[in-house]
Every structure is written in structure tokens, then in C-alpha cells.
């Protein structure tokens, strides 16, 4: 695919190209005009916005969500353009407005899009949990927490990445959650709870980390969440022997079986 900076179409063409029905022609588009980061291109966002045509309007957010890249421009005009959209008669549109609100500013858009964490659509509730990834304030770790347990597996994976990555909380509800999710169906969640409880030194994480060393030496995660649960500093200076060994001896330290 074309580098956004490479691609050379007019504007006006590459508003075009956001609407074809190719998913990756469509994106490369959108990215293209997000590279530009104009007041052109803001201009016609922010209108698509107000169209009639519910597919504009999400279109429209999903420029806006990441204009500027690498260096944003016109946060403030983004966020107020695409906040109306939450109140959306349309799914497909609040859902590209949850993420287009978060890549502008996560935390201002917390509290805009926790209460869509009940939604019935699987696909906005996996927007809610993307979009309170990484913000820091009990509100949004609540909900997060709740989503662990959703009925959606695709919601419980990127909600218990959530807790177990990009949040560092570490209390008695976080680390039990992470430690019922263990036994979770699907096995993206339970990988996420094994590395969330290893970076947080619990015991509970050892015999799944030994797994995870043992069909993958070279997992950078496993190794890094092993090597933080032994206290052995950065991962890079321990080879996955060592952590496996050092993972069996604590084992056996605490009553464990190998």
C-alpha cells in the first residue's frame, strides 16, 4: 500500500476513494488525508459530518479521528465536530464516533463514551473498551473491568488488554478478575490475563508463564511479564532458560507442583 505522504491524488479525489467499496483502498485514502491535516480537509469532514447520509457521517468522523498525522492538527474542532454523533440514530456511526473521539483525546472522551458500555451491539461495546485503554481514572477502570466479563469475546480480549497492559492498577478486584479470566473460553483473554497478573508478580500467573516460554522462547511479552513476576529486572539480560528455571524453582518454593 502507498505511504500516505507518497500519495499525490487531490483532495477531492482522495474524499472520493474514502467511499469505495475496497476496505483497504478506502482506508489508504482516509490515512492519505489525515497525513495532510488541512484546513481543506477539516472543512470537508466536518460537513460530512452533518450529511443526511449516515455512511458520510462516518466517514466524516473517521477522518477527523487522527487528522494531522504524525503531528495533529485542529484537535479542538475535531472533538466538537464528531461528539454530536454519539447521538446518532445509526450503530455504524457512533461506533466510528467512540473511536474517532478516543484518538483525538482519550481522557476528554472518557466520559463521553462510558455510557455506551451497555450498548447492545458487541461492536460498540469493543469500541468503549478500545477507547478507555490507557486512560488512568477509577470511572474508566470500572467499566473496563466490567467488559472482562462480557459476553463478547472480542469485548472481554481488548478490555482485559486493557487492565492487564495499559493500566497499572494493581488491587485486590484488578488482580482477581485477571485471575478469573484464566480460565476464560477464549485464548487471546486468557493470554492477556497470564501477562496482566505476571507484570503485577503474581504467583497465580507462574505455571501458565512456564506454558507460554515453553511454545514460545522467544514471545517477548511472556518474557517480559516472567521476568518482572521473578524480579530479575529487564527480560533482554535473561535468556528463556533462565526465567523457566527460575519460574520452576519458585514453584516448588511455594508448594507448587512442577
Known amino acids: 500500500m502507498k505511504r500516505p505522504a507518497d ?3 487531490p483532495i477531492s479525489d482522495l474524499f472520493a476513494a474514502a467511499f469505495e467499496a475496497n476496505d483497504d483502498a478506502a482506508w489508504g485514502a482516509i490515512a492519505a488525508l489525515q497525513w495532510r491535516g488541512s484546513k481543506e480537509v477539516l472543512d470537508r469532514a466536518v460537513a460530512l459530518t452533518r450529511s443526511n447520509d449516515p455512511t458520510s457521517r462516518g466517514r466524516g468522523a473517521d477522518v477527523l479521528g487522527q487528522l494531522g498525522l504524525p503531528e495533529r492538527t485542529f484537535p479542538q474542532e475535531s472533538f466538537s465536530a464528531v461528539l454530536p454523533l454519539l447521538e446518532d440514530e445509526e450503530v455504524t456511526v457512533i461506533r466510528a464516533a467512540i473511536y474517532a473521539l478516543a484518538h483525538v483525546d482519550r481522557e476528554r472522551a472518557a466520559s463521553h463514551i462510558i455510557p455506551f458500555a451497555d450498548h447492545d451491539d458487541e461492536d460498540i461495546r469493543y469500541a468503549v473498551a478500545f477507547g ?3 486512560v488512568d481514572t477509577p470511572e474508566a477502570e470500572g467499566v473496563l473491568l466490567r467488559l472482562m466479563s462480557d459476553r463478547d469475546a472480542d469485548v472481554r480480549n481488548w478490555a482485559t488488554f486493557g487492565i492487564a497492559r495499559q493500566s497499572g492498577a494493581d488491587t485486590d478486584q484488578v488482580r482477581e478478575a485477571l485471575a478469573a479470566a484464566l480460565s476464560d473460553d477464549d485464548v487471546d483473554v486468557r493470554y492477556e490475563s ?4 505476571g507484570v503485577r508478580r503474581d504467583s497465580r500467573a507462574v505455571t501458565y508463564l512456564k506454558v507460554l ?3 514460545d522462547p522467544d514471545d517477548i511479552f511472556a518474557r517480559e511479564a516472567a521476568a518482572n513476576l521473578l524480579g530479575l529486572g529487564e527480560d533482554g539480560q535473561v535468556t528463556t ?11 516448588r518454593w511455594s508448594g507448587g507442583s512442577g
Open 194 to 197: 497470564i501477562i496482566g497478573l
Open 241 to 251: 532458560a533462565e526465567l523457566l528455571g527460575a519460574l520452576q524453582r519458585l514453584q
Open 132 to 134: 478507555l485503554c490507557a
Open 7 to 9: 500519495d499525490i491524488r
Open 213 to 215: 516460554l515453553h511454545e
